[in-house]
C-alpha cells in the first residue's frame, strides 16, 4: 500500500504566476495588480490583505474568470485560466464585493433562481436552496424581500448564492466589511465549516484580524504587488520583536506622544505603538519620555507584534522606498 506521509504535497487549487491588470492606456493608465504569484493548496484558507486600491478585487476578479488578465499565468482547480474559463467557473462560487443583489426579489426566490442555472432541476432546486438556507442561517427570513434585509444578512445570501453549484473553490471579496462583530463571527464560522469540508478558499480583507484568525497563509498586497507572504505566525515573527503598547484616554494625546517617542512610533486610534528591539530597555526609555512630556498614557505594555505591525511596517517601509 502507498503511504501517504503527513507532510504529502497537497494538491494545489490556486496556482497564480506572474498576474497583471493595466486599466486604460497611455497617461491615464492604471496598473491595479503588477507581477501576483502565489499558490494555495486544497482545503486552505487564504487570505489577500492591503489597503483600499492594492489591487486585492482586481485579482479575485481575474482568478473569478470575470475580468481578463493584461498578462500572467493561472490554474483555478486545475483548469487553465486562459484556455479552459469555462471548467472554471463551473467549479467555483464567488462572493464579491459589488452584488449584484435585486431588492424585490426574496432570499429564498434568488437561490432558487441560481440552482436552477446550474442545472438542479425542481425539487433538486428546491432542496438545494432549503440546504443552503440552514446553513447559512437565514431559514426564516426566505420568504422575505432582500431589500429588508440587513448588510449581515446580504452577505450570509451572498455566502449562500456562491455555495449552490458545491464550489470546490470559493472566492470571497472582503466578505466582512462593515459587519458588526456578531455576524462578522458567523460568517467567519461558516467559512471554517467549508474548509472543513475540503472546499478551498481565497478571502480578500482590510481587517488583520480577519486574516490572522482565518487564514492558513497571507499574502500582503500594496500598490498591486505582494509584498509580504507566509503563515500568519511567519509574518509576526519575520518582525522578530516585541512591541511595546501605549494607551491614552484621546487620540491628540496619543497623536503627541508618538511625536516625543519619535522612531518608529506609530499613533492609531488612541494607542501608541513601539517595536522594541531590546524590550524592557525600550519601555523604560518610552516611559520617561511621555513623564518628561507631560503626556499621561493610561497604561504602557509590552506585547507580541500583531499583523498589524507586520501590514504597519510593510507600508512604511514601501513609502520610504517612493
Ligand atoms: N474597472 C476599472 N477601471 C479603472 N481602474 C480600476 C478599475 N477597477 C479597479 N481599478 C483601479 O485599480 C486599483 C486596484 O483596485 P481594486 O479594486 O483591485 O483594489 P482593492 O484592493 O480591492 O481595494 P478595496 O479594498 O477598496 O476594495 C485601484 O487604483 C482602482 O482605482
Ligand atoms: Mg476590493
Do not use: C
Not at 52 to 73: E, H, I, W
Not at 166 to 195: K, M, N
Not at 224 to 232: D, E, K, L, Q, S
Not at 272 to 293: C, F, N, Q, S
Request: proline letters at 3%; hydrophobic letters at 40%.
Amino acid at each position: 500500500m502507498e503511504v501517504v506521509g503527513e507532510r504529502a504535497e497537497r494538491n494545489q487549487m490556486i496556482e497564480v504566476e506572474d498576474l497583471t491588470k493595466t486599466f486604460g492606456e497611455g497617461d491615464d493608465a492604471v496598473e491595479a495588480v503588477r507581477g501576483v504569484g502565489f499558490t494555495v493548496g486544497e482545503g486552505e484558507i487564504f487570505g489577500l490583505l492591503g489597503a483600499n486600491g492594492a489591487g486585492k478585487s482586481t485579482t479575485v476578479l481575474m482568478l473569478a474568470t470575470l475580468l481578463a488578465p493584461t498578462s500572467g499565468s493561472a490554474r483555478v482547480a486545475g483548469f487553465d485560466l486562459e484556455r479552459d474559463g469555462g471548467s472554471i467557473r463551473r467549479s467555483v462560487g464567488a462572493a464579491l464585493q459589488e452584488t449584484g443583489l435585486d431588492p424585490i426579489q426574496t432570499g429564498g426566490e434568488l437561490l432558487d433562481l441560481h440552482a436552477r442555472l446550474y442545472g438542479f432541476d425542481g425539487p433538486a432546486a428546491d432542496a438545494r436552496r432549503d440546504q443552503l438556507l440552514e446553513l447559512v442561517g437565514l431559514e426564516d427570513a426566505a420568504g422575505r424581500r432582500i431589500g429588508t434585509y440587513s448588510g449581515g444578512m446580504r452577505r450570509r445570501l451572498d455566502l449562500a448564492a456562491a455555495l449552490v453549484n458545491r464550489p470546490r473553490v470559493l472566492f470571497l471579496d472582503e466578505p466582512t466589511t462593515g459587519l458588526d462583530p456578531a455576524s462578522r463571527r458567523a460568517i467567519w464560522e461558516e467559512v471554517e465549516q467549508l474548509r472543513g469540508e475540503g472546499v478551498t478558499v481565497l478571502l480578500t480583507t482590510q481587517y488583520l484580524e480577519e486574516a490572522d484568525r482565518l487564514a492558513d497563509r497571507v499574502a500582503i498586497m500594496a500598490d498591486g504587488r505582494i509584498v509580504a507572504n507566509g503563515t500568519p505566525e511567519e509574518l509576526k515573527s519575520g518582525l522578530g520583536e516585541d512591541v511595546i503598547e501605549v494607551e491614552f484616554t484621546d487620540e491628540a494625546a496619543a497623536e503627541r506622544a508618538a511625536v516625543a517617542i519619535g522612531g518608529e512610533a506609530r499613533a492609531l486610534a488612541g494607542e501608541v505603538r513601539v517595536p522594541a528591539a531590546d524590550g524592557p530597555a525600550e519601555l523604560i526609555r518610552v516611559v520617561g519620555t511621555l513623564k518628561e512630556a507631560g503626556i499621561e498614557a493610561e497604561s504602557v505594555s509590552l506585547a507580541r507584534p500583531t499583523l498589524d505591525d507586520v501590514f504597519l511596517g510593510i507600508v512604511a517601509d514601501e513609502g520610504d522606498q517612493a
